[in-house]
């Protein structure tokens, strides 16, 4: 008995399913073409100014460690830039040193760029020393000879190592701040209006900066790998739907299998920007899961339907047997993946749980993209049949 009830309502449900998709497919195109609008829409709003904290473990001690360093003491991700000496000046000439003097005071116009430093330190320190100490006195000499005299005394005091700012050879020199972690398009934005400034008001026959260091290198990694997993995915989709028509003999598969697929990753994308969540390498991967997930039950479902189908049954009845043969098992394969990644909602690790939720959120917009686009597309492109 327990057996037949449930028999009777996996019959029901594709019984529901099939009729659904036979009266109601010009209900299920204007409704697909509205949430198609909808998460473009979303899509658009997609930001990719992520940052660390949002990384980082909730309530953990690293997490609060890190807050206290970042609010306190001074910024944590590095933003430097290279000092290249033109023609045959060294670094530390005085026109250098001048140059380089400018482009400090210019990171220091940025209130989320602290704990500037250079090679012109030394000078500066010189300078504050013979002025009292004063607290303004620390700026670089403003001419020449002055200049001169504070480096007959700086050459006099080995306790001002300036070798972790200079290359060996006198041409390269770098300048050190640390940027408050305020998003990495925010501070590729910063860093690009400082390279304008830099080229506007600085003389590029004495010396050349250029924008470096471990934060640059983190953030330029960072837009690649996201990059790579996009268009990873674009061959991917491209490349199933070659096998898709390549199996079936038929180019019409084409159109039915990947609509079907392409829907769950624009719903994704929606929810990306509609939620606000930054896109960065650790999400872009949840993408190739999805449509890896969700071609996974449009292959069981179509081969079914070829199979059925070769049988000599017509349109509609192959349709009606595939929806009773596989519809439980592409509904349970569902549920069970849906409890699966749900699981990951009890991370503390801010990245496992958006992965957690918008996997398992995008599993049943693949299921239902299956089991209400499929159907139909097959009854539109096989009229001819």
């Known amino acids: 008995m327990q057996e037949e009830r449930e028999d009777k309502f996996w019959t029901r449900l594709m019984q529901w399913f099939y ?51 970042q609010e306190n003491l001074t ?16 670094v530390s000439d005085y026109e250098v040193l001048r140059e380089i003097d400018k482009v400090e005071q210019k990171l220091k116009d940025y209130p989320s760029i ?16 013979n002025n009292g100490n004063r607290v303004n006195a620390y700026t670089f000499p403003e001419n020449p000879a002055l200049f001169a005299r504070y480096q007959q005394l700086a050459d006099r005091l080995p306790a001002f190592n300036t070798a972790i700012l200079e290359s060996k050879d006198g041409k ?13 398009d925010t501070i590729k934005a910063i860093g690009e209006e400082i390279d304008y400034w830099i080229a506007a008001n600085t003389d590029s026959t004495i010396v050349k900066f250029q924008r470096t260091g471990t934060g640059l ?29 390549a199996i079936f003999r038929d180019w019409r598969m084409l159109i039915i ?28 991967i949840v993408f190739s899961v999805i449509f890896g997930i969700a071609v996974d039950d449009t292959i069981h479902f179509l081969s079914k339907y070829k199979l059925v ?41 801010p990245p496992s749980v958006i992965i957690g939720w918008l996997i ?26």
């Open 19 to 69: 009729d659904v998709t036979k009266n109601q497919s010009r209900a299920i195109g204007i409704g697909s073409l509205a949430i198609t609008a909808i998460s473009l829409l979303g899509i658009s709003q997609i930001s990719t100014n992520y940052n660390i904290t949002e990384n980082m473990p909730r309530g953990s001690k690293i997490t609060e460690d890190f807050l206290y360093y």
């Open 75 to 90: 910024s944590f991700r590095p933003m430097e830039f290279a000092a290249i000496a033109q023609q045959d000046y060294k």
């Open 114 to 129: 602290r704990a500037v430093a250079s090679n012109t330190m030394l000078y500066k320190s010189i300078h504050q020393m």
């Open 172 to 184: 390269k020199a770098r300048i050190t701040s640390r940027i408050d972690d305020i998003g990495a």
């Open 217 to 245: 290198i983190i953030d330029k990694n960072a837009a690649y790998v996201r990059r790579s997993l996009l268009l990873g995915l674009g061959g991917a989709v491209f490349i199933v739907g070659l096998i898709m028509v």
């Open 257 to 284: 299998s990947l609509i079907p697929n392409l829907f769950p990753l624009m719903l994704a994308g929606a929810m990306l920007g509609f939620f606000g969540i930054d896109l960065e390498a650790g999400i872009a």
């Open 309 to 349: 189908k070769s049988k000599g049954y017509s349109v509609d009845d192959a349709l009606k047997i595939t929806f009773l043969e596989t519809g439980k098992a592409i509904t349970l394969t569902t549920i069970i993946l849906f409890f699966g990644f749900l699981v990951m909602l009890f991370s503390i690790h």
């Open 360 to 385: 398992s959120l995008t599993l049943f917009s693949a299921y239902f993209s299956d089991m209400l686009l499929i159907p139909p597309l097959i009854r539109w492109l096989g009229k001819k049949e």
